[in-house]
């Protein structure tokens, strides 16, 4: 028995708040002690709250959950009000507010996301295995490319030919090499994910899925070994198998999507992954990929509706790396890296882009991010 939970599970969840049973009888069954968890559910008024609340009694571990008029009373009550507005409304990076409760715990030593339309991977213990990598060093693959863009799910590119969400066009058919050796210290450890892979709109379109899915699935003998992007390489990072050390928040800011006068979304677990590798890579950090894995039961919509989000950032998506690759290649803490990132960020001509105006209104949010959190530390 631990004497608190040390592992904040952050979840955001309208459709299906029912899903975390599964991964709280995974832990059961693979001896992970379920007192170590704390899940945190972050949905919205209009959802059965007192019903999740049941739930998470009924499963028999501690958590919260937070709709809309909570997260407002908890901004409040910590004197954070002004600087709400750094998680948007109504959206999937509402996981942003998830990492401000998590800071304003210590005794939170890691954080976990997981989206509501995943389930664990029966072959895996999922929390002993993301847990067990954080703060080791493992010897794995690394991968560069001579893109600068490592696709996670290379390992079998050459019978699926698939890219991740958030990969660059421009970055396609690269060329890769690979070199096992010993990583730095592991911060972020990513699972991926069979059935449903995490692919942007044009990708599905091309792939033939009109309701948001895919025709070509992912299953287990994709996924060989972990890995490693090297340094200096980017790579995509979903939130919706991830588990990290609280260390890393201030690097980690979900993207400011949905809520915002040019109907941008689908970036902000993409572009934190961008800003959580370059700041890991002025720090000698790593971030391990590959496992454990999630099923992910991606529920039907329609694909249109997924590009309309994507297509007004897709041109600044194919840049904003390079902006975050001009920082320097050291820092003092996670911190002092995103002031980095954002002055790297400031600093580059974003002009001739489509939507150009929206890299102002992020780097606004990600300065009053690093406020915020300077704000909540030192109530403490």
């Not at 297509?311 to 690759?325: D, Q, R, V």
Request: proline share 4%.
């Amino acid at each position: 028995m631990t004497a608190a939970p040390g592992v904040c599970v952050i979840t955001p969840t309208v459709r299906n708040p029912g899903f975390i049973e599964a991964y709280v009888r995974n832990a059961e069954e693979n001896g992970f002690d379920t007192d170590r968890l704390f899940v945190l559910m972050v949905t919205e008024d209009f959802c059965d709250t007192d019903g999740m609340r049941a739930l998470l009694d009924r499963l028999g571990v501690e958590g919260a959950v937070f709709g809309g008029k909570e997260r407002d009373a908890w901004y409040e009550e910590r004197g954070v009000g002004a600087y709400s507005d750094v998680v948007p409304s109504a959206s999937h990076a509402e996981t942003s507010f998830g990492l401000l409760y998590l800071w304003d715990r210590p005794g939170f030593e890691y954080g976990v996301f997981l989206d509501d339309d995943t389930a664990p991977h029966p072959d895996f213990d999922f929390f002993g295995t993301h847990l067990d990598q954080l703060g080791t060093r493992r010897t794995v693959e690394h991968v560069s490319s001579d893109e600068r863009w490592v696709n996670v799910l290379y390992q079998n590119a050459d019978e699926h030919g698939l890219y991740p969400r958030g990969y660059p066009y421009s970055a396609m058919d690269e060329t890769i090499e690979t070199e096992t050796k010993e990583t730095d210290e592991i911060v972020a450890s990513q699972g991926l994910w069979t059935n449903i892979p995490d692919l942007d709109a044009v990708r599905i379109l091309m792939d033939g899925d009109l309701k948001g899915q895919a025709q070509t699935l992912t299953k287990k003998e994709d996924f060989t070994h972990s890995f490693a992007a090297a340094e200096g390489n980017f790579l995509t990072v979903c939130s919706m198998n991830l588990a990290f050390k609280r260390e890393i928040v201030p690097a980690f800011y979900q993207f400011p999507m949905d809520d915002n006068e040019w109907g941008i979304g689908r970036f902000d677990d993409i572009w934190s992954g961008l800003t959580l590798k370059k700041a890991a890579d002025m720090l000698d950090k790593s971030l391990i990929n590959g496992f454990p894995l999630c099923e992910h039961n991606k529920a039907e919509r329609s694909t249109f509706s997924d590009l309309t989000n994507e297509a007004p950032a897709l041109e600044l998506n194919e840049h904003f790396w390079e902006a975050l690759a001009a920082a320097p290649d050291e820092a003092d803490d996670y911190a002092d890296a995103y002031e980095e990132m954002i002055s790297a960020v400031e600093a580059y001509d974003f002009s001739e882009y489509d939507n150009a105006e929206f890299i102002e209104f992020a780097v606004e949010k990600m300065e009053r991010w690093l406020v915020v959190l300077n704000e909540l530390q030192s109530e403490k």
